[in-house]
């Protein structure tokens, strides 16, 4: 892949993220929402269906060729392909239901079926964390506009694991 796809990768993502993250927060901030349960047993709102319609729209029209596999559309799971964008348009929607803010938006982009590029967008904390084109992974301080504010970088922790020895 060329460094010019990542680029478009790390901002098409990022802005992507912000739009559905609007559209989660316009819902989560009216006075009551209707939740049902789907065949899973697992909740889902108008929020989760907008932003899921939002964000399949935006990634067909910068990825045309790029099919994506996403919770709310369950005929995308069988999907088969070395490279694709999977997508949870609003992972957490029980928090949601409940108002607990500890939810996300997550996209990212799976070549031979390992996540190399991502963001997560926690709208009602006015989190975001994303991997930059070079790889790096980052948490960006808001507020957010088109434009990227400060970047922090982040990283996995290596575990001690000297505590485990016996």
């Known amino acids: 892949m060329t460094q010019d796809f990542h680029q478009l990768v790390e901002t098409a993502f990022r802005a992507i993220a912000l739009k559905a993250g ?6 989560y901030g009216r006075p009551d929402f209707e939740a049902r349960t789907k065949s899973d047993s697992s909740p889902v709102t108008e929020a989760d269906e907008a932003a899921d319609a939002l964000i399949r729209a935006e990634l067909a029209e910068v990825f ?11 005929e995308s ?14 992972d957490g929607t029980k928090e ?12 990212a982009l799976v070549e031979n079926g390992v996540p190399v590029r ?3 967008y926690a709208p009602a904390r006015a989190r975001l964390f994303y991997t930059r ?18 970047r922090t970088a982040i990283r996995v922790s290596q575990p001690d694991n000297a505590a485990l020895l016996v």
């Open 64 to 74: 045309p060729d790029l099919p994506v596999v996403t919770e709310e559309l369950t």
């Open 22 to 27: 609007a559209v989660i927060m316009e819902v």
């Open 96 to 107: 949601f239901v409940q108002r607990r803010g500890d939810f996300t938006v997550n996209i």
């Open 133 to 150: 084109a070079d790889g790096s992974s980052v948490e960006e301080a808001g507020p957010f506009g088109a434009d990227p504010g400060a």
């Open 118 to 120: 991502g963001v997560v």
């Open 77 to 90: 799971h069988r999907i088969q392909a070395t490279r694709f964008i999977i997508v949870d348009p609003l």
